[in-house]
């Protein structure tokens, strides 16, 4: 039986403006994470308190078929910069296996999940927005019930929050 979360709707507009290694990205409709892909995140940045984490994920057909922990290069409680070779690395895996980059994902330790005014400047400065990438945070503001939303961050650094399912 198909058990899922949905989490926050609103519309969307298809974009295709950033290529990772020879494929082009396309517009996510419906972002599908598997539970367990969802409690890796979480225990990701348990393991990682008080400091951010950060790390990948790709899939096809708006799946996730894999997370990617990614080393935070520089350990802080109050931001992340992955460390570039494993990015480089996950990109090249997630190309070999035909899957998208679907989604950057990192956490707050001690702030709801939400992007921070950093979180926007630093996906306006990677220049992966809109339509085509996920922002996922994983909330430890309540340690005993991480939140974890999607957003996209747009051009003008606008911040829409976007529906995803996790399924069993």
């Given amino acids: 039986m198909l058990a899922y979360l949905r989490i926050f709707s609103t519309p969307r507009v298809a974009s295709n403006k950033r290529c990772p290694p020879a494929r082009q990205l396309r517009s996510i409709e419906l972002l599908t994470i598997a539970r367990a892909f969802a409690d890796e995140m979480i225990a ?3 393991q990682e308190d008080p400091n951010e984490c950060c790390g990948i994920l ?11 922990r990614i080393a ?6 109050f931001r992340y910069v992955m ?3 494993e990015m480089l690395n996950a990109m090249r ?6 899957w998208d980059i679907t989604a950057f994902y990192h956490s707050h330790t001690h702030s709801p999940a939400y ?3 950093t979180d926007v400047r630093m996906a306006q400065q990677s220049g992966w927005l809109g339509e085509d990438i ?3 945070l994983v909330s430890l503001e309540d340690k005993e019930t991480p939140q974890i939303r999607a957003f996209r ?3 003008s650094g606008e911040i829409v929050e976007r529906e995803f399912i996790i399924q069993d």
Wanted: proline residues 13%; negative net charge; without cysteine.
């Fill in 153 to 155: 961050i747009m051009e």
């Fill in 115 to 117: 992007p921070s005014p």
């Fill in 83 to 85: 460390e570039p070779q």
């Fill in 44 to 46: 990701h940045s348990q």
């Fill in 72 to 77: 935070n290069s520089t350990p802080s409680p």
């Fill in 134 to 136: 996920y922002y996922i």
């Fill in 93 to 98: 895996d997630a190309d070999s296996n035909e």
């Fill in 58 to 68: 790709a899939g096809r057909n708006d799946v996730v078929a894999n997370v990617y």
